[in-house]
């Protein structure tokens, strides 16, 4: 069979669907054309015209009756009885405007909050890395110390490993540093920018969208190759995408630098948790303006020190299947890169913790991406999953409730005309389209949720600081696909079910209003179920909501309400010495002139800020030949300007604060809080005792201060050591001002600093206490997120409730009239209708509230100041769900109390 | 209403594509000869061959098209398309095959 004959029929069939009107004209036609025809014929032949016409059509014979058999050689019966359908669903769907609002919600919320959620975290964990094969990448990382896991490699080793290691056919390393970018307005922007080896983007498998990326040429002499690759997000805002953007030069930091080429557009790097938006070569990192506290002469050697770990490494395997040879061959390496080095333990080096055996491991660049601390993020995300689950569970409870309610109320109609002789499969047939017509509605609405759902998402962040901002992440079709099907399916089988009931429903009994006990089981049992799911929301948002309560209401040890900070780095700015002594000086006076300002002080750390910690040890353990990672106490370490304590309001419980002498001596004496006091000195004199750090950097503690919370409010305190801001201290510093008025206060302190010079640019102005926000961010996306999806549990079971209670009352109408004219009192009659419901509500809470006990075990780790078990949430939560059980028994019991016995029983 | 027998019901798609292997015609000129050349003998209810054209049709065996008939009337012209010569001409086999194998049966002397 030809292909034209196959078109041939096709173009037939589409007319005949949809030009009906003209396919019909046309046999019209030509019937009219064969009957004059024959008339014609037969008046030549000698008849008369009357008789012509009359033997013409009894030899044609019944002119509709063929018109009939030619229609249905058309093939298009299904369609127009399914036009039909369409068309009477959407007349009774119309007549019952809340229950097809309810159910469009209903499927909406559903599928929309489902699919939003499932594509953060298809972006988040599951997404692979835009690089060429992906597979064969693994994250190259350095376990130092069984306390300092998965840490990134030192700038020698990550040398060996590449020139060395056979199994790789390259590893990149890469590292991120923030830098000042001068713009074009002639402002300065502070971005991420990432030190990357000349191999970086060979090594990934990258193509420059315009110029070219780095080579290993660019790398080969450290500061000789100011050459910059730009992200396409940087490209676009500063260079609007022009080509000419490549050879111009651009200013970073202090120098200049020629830019090379774009990134591809999609790429952003290979850690979630950073996001560079400009890349340099790995050895123009000092020269980005690198942290301050590198000495000078560390500086200088910065590429030879096995001691800052500091690159992370990225390696393309030859084969994707031997990953364990690889990272013993790079453990080889390594112990041969030891061996030429005296033995250095890991606590001489500065950190705490025992040496590890095979210390390099290797894990899926993909897995490595999402965060450093994966196992928090991931136990989060799956808190995520299954709220949204449970959500999408009670959403199909739900609409196959409110279906069952509505199947409850027609079903006299469905056996009236199914004893007119609609078979089965016609009301089937009638009631599916409805269903999904429903559904369609639903998955539409459905669209516009979870689009208005991963805009909201936006604002959040995940454990491990991942702020969703920084991930451009859109509605995953494949989720939204996935979630449409699973709610059509729901409408479907639901929708479907009353036709199977309806076709065992005699007409009799219908009409005899007997049934009014049918189906009520199910709907019993699916009330039930949506009330333990939703009370299982309820507790875990109301265990956030207390979480993230408990974390503003904490004690901090310090209060933070009146405190303002901006962060400036002198390095960024290029001042160096005496220089950085003058812009300290000048900045502190004129901050000190904002009126309500009471005090300013310096620091690297605000209490809240995370800190990065340290091991120190008691100075007369470490003299001791016995000295062991045991007597290690692992501290943050905070560098703070003299007034820092005066300016915090935090006291001094003993011994003193710093003077311009420690100031002026750096690294020799030191304040420590009370939790380092009891870790390091357990007899409780520690003022005047010394304490050592890496072995050899010795301190003498001059004070101890009260505890304040550091890193995050739901922590103990921690141990932290305090040491003096020498006066060219250059590295990021924050401004602490104190004031009556700290909002108004930031603003000026952001205006005074930055007029003190354009360089460095003041960054990250924020109030103190907003920290608290910060650190609790996760509790607070949690409680929001659950929040909102228990309410609307709770909102929809509501629904199901009242839906049910108004199809008792409307079918026991009898039963309660009879009743009342008995005497039966009002309470009698709410019970009657109510009290099997009930019983479902009851039982569907008690089973919640056992689940939710079980269930916020995942829990566990985000909670603070609260107990997973925590009465006052349980109570609560079932308390929501009492108050709105009754509220929905409220109108419909009202309407069974003041039934009309006489009218009810007229009824019949 | 005069159904046509079942012989002819069967055959009568054989018969309209062989009219319309003479030439393209419209349905009545094809009902007309259909009466002429079988002299009668085939009761067809003129109005039963517009299923079966329209059948012929949506099965690619023959297509329409409209035109102007001798005395300027506007009149739908079926023809045969490839698909349906090759039919015919199957079809035509098969009949032939089929009459003969039964003319030869009936034709056999009675002992």
């Given at each position: 069979m030809g292909i034209d004959r196959y078109w041939h029929v096709i173009r037939l069939r589409l007319r005949a669907l949809f030009r009906r009107r003209a396919v019909e004209r046309d046999l019209d036609d030509e019937m009219q054309y064969h009957m004059e025809s024959e008339i014609a014929f037969r008046v030549a032949r000698g008849e008369s015209p009357d008789a012509a016409r009359v033997n013409a059509l009894r030899d044609f014979g019944g002119v509709e009756f063929h018109k009939d058999s030619v229609r249905d050689v058309r093939g298009t019966r299904l369609v127009d009885s399914l036009a039909r359908d369409i068309r009477f669903a959407a007349r009774s769907l119309r007549r019952a405007p809340a229950f097809t609002l309810v159910v469009v919600l209903t499927l909406a919320l559903g599928i929309g909050a489902n699919s939003a959620v499932f594509s953060l975290i298809d972006a988040v964990l599951l997404h692979p890395l835009p690089v060429a094969r992906p597979n064969e990448l693994v994250a190259i990382t350095e376990t130092i110390t069984d306390q300092r896991p998965l840490q990134p490699l030192t700038y020698p080793d990550y040398r060996a490993f590449a020139e060395r290691a056979r199994s790789f056919s390259g590893i990149a390393a890469f590292t991120t540093q923030d830098v000042v970018v001068a713009t074009s307005t002639g402002e300065s922007e502070q971005m991420q920018a990432g030190a990357v080896s000349g191999n970086y983007f060979a090594v990934l498998g990258l193509h420059a969208q315009v110029g070219r990326l780095l080579t290993p040429n660019d790398d080969d002499t450290p500061g000789a190759h100011p050459v910059v690759v730009l992200s396409d997000a940087i490209w676009a805002r500063m260079?609007?995408?022009?080509?000419?953007?490549?050879g111009s030069t651009m200013r970073i930091g202090n120098n200049p630098y020629t830019i090379i080429g774009v990134a591809p557009r999609a790429f952003r790097g290979t850690l979630l948790t950073e996001s560079p938006r400009l890349w340099v070569p790995a050895t123009m990192l000092a020269d980005l303006g690198l942290a301050g506290f590198l000495s000078a002469s560390n500086r200088s050697r910065l590429f030879g020190l096995r001691h800052f770990h500091f690159w992370g490494a990225v390696g393309r395997l030859r084969d994707a299947h031997l990953p364990k040879n690889a990272a013993a061959e790079l453990n080889a390496i390594l112990a041969q890169e030891n061996a030429k080095l005296p033995a250095t333990s890991a606590a001489r080096m500065g950190y705490a913790g025992r040496d590890v055996r095979d210390p390099i491991r290797l894990m899926s660049v993909n897995d490595a991406a999402a965060s450093s601390d994966r196992e928090t993020l991931v136990r989060f995300v799956w808190i995520l999953v299954t709220v949204v689950i449970l959500t999408l569970l009670i959403a199909c409870f739900n609409v196959a409730n409110l279906f069952l309610v509505r199947a409850g109320e027609r079903s006299l109609e469905l056996s009236l005309r199914s004893s007119l002789g609609a078979s089965r499969a016609r009301i089937a047939q009638q009631l599916g389209v409805e269903s999904v017509l429903l559904g369609v509605a639903g998955a539409i609405a459905g669209v516009l949720v979870s689009r208005a759902g991963v805009s909201l998402l936006a604002s959040f962040t995940l454990p491990g600081r991942i702020k969703l901002a920084d991930i451009p992440f859109d509605v995953n079709t494949r989720v939204l696909a996935a979630t449409m099907a699973l709610g059509l399916l729901t409408a479907l089988i639901f929708g479907l079910w009353p036709a199977v009931q309806a076709s065992r429903i005699s007409l009799i009994g219908a009409l005899r209003d007997?049934?009014?006990?049918?189906?009520f089981d199910t709907r019993a049992l699916l009330l039930g179920g949506q009330v333990a799911l939703s009370i299982v929301l309820l507790v875990a948002a109301g265990l956030f909501v207390r979480t993230v309560q408990a974390a503003l209401q904490a004690d901090l040890g310090f209060d933070p309400s009146p405190l303002a900070a901006v962060r400036v780095n002198p390095a960024l700015g290029g001042y160096k010495g005496a220089q950085v002594r003058s812009y300290y000086t000048l900045a502190t006076e004129r901050a000190l002139?904002?009126?309500?300002?009471t005090g300013v002080a310096l620091a690297t750390h605000v209490p809240l800020a995370r800190v990065g910690s340290l091991p120190f040890v008691a100075g007369e353990k470490a003299a001791r030949s016995d000295a062991s990672t045991d007597d290690q106490v692992t501290a943050g370490w905070v560098y703070i300007s003299p007034n820092y304590f005066d300016v915090l309001h935090v006291p001094i419980l003993e011994g003193r604060s710093f003077t311009a002498d420690d100031t002026a001596r750096a690294l020799s004496t030191a304040i420590i809080n009370q939790a380092a006091a009891r870790a390091l000195f357990p007899d409780g004199h520690a003022v005047g005792r010394e304490m050592v750090h890496a072995g050899s950097m010795r301190f003498t503690i001059v004070g101890v201060v009260r505890d304040t919370k550091y890193?995050?409010?739901?922590?103990?305190h921690v141990p932290m050591i305090f040491t003096p801001i020498t006066p060219d201290f250059s590295d990021a510093v924050l401004f602490i001002v104190r004031s009556t008025k700290p909002q108004a206060a930031l603003q000026q302190l952001r205006r005074v600093v930055a007029a003190v010079s354009p360089h460095p640019p003041v960054l990250e102005p924020r109030l103190v206490v907003d920290q608290i926000d910060a650190v609790v961010e996760p509790q607070r996306f949690g409680a929001t997120l659950v929040g909102t999806y228990s309410l609307l549990a709770l909102l929809i079971a509501a629904i199901g409730i009242y839906g049910l209670v108004a199809y008792v009352v409307s079918k026991q109408q009898r039963e309660i009239g009879i009743r009342i004219a008995l005497g039966a009192r009002p309470a009698q009659v709410v019970e009657l209708v109510t009290s099997r419901i009930a019983l479902s509500v009851g039982g569907g809470a008690v089973l919640g509230l056992i689940g939710a006990a079980v269930a916020s075990r995942a829990m566990q780790g985000f909670l603070y100041g609260v107990t997973r078990t925590d009465g006052v949430t349980y109570a609560a939560a079932a308390a929501a769900m009492v108050v709105a059980a009754l509220a929905a028994c409220v109108i419909p019991a009202r309407r069974a109390v003041k039934m009309d016995p006489a009218r009810a029983m007229r009824l019949e | 209403m005069s159904k046509p027998n079942d012989l002819v019901q069967g055959t009568l798609d054989v018969l309209v594509l062989k009219m319309l292997a003479l030439e393209p015609m419209n349905g009545w000129a094809i009902s007309h000869r259909l009466r002429e050349v079988s002299a009668d003998a085939?009761?067809?209810?003129?109005?039963?061959l517009y299923p079966a054209l329209h059948k012929l049709e949506h099965d690619g065996l023959i297509t329409a098209e409209w035109r102007s008939t001798d005395n300027n009337r506007r009149a739908k012209f079926y023809s045969l398309t490839r698909a349906g010569r090759s039919h015919l001409r199957s079809e035509t086999d098969d009949w032939v095959r089929l009459s003969r194998a039964i003319t030869a049966v009936l034709r056999l002397q009675e002992a």
């Open positions: 260079f609007n995408r022009s080509a000419s953007a490549v007997t049934q009014a006990r049918s189906g002139q904002i009126p309500g300002v890193a995050a409010v739901q922590d103990r | 085939l009761q067809v209810s003129h109005g039963s």
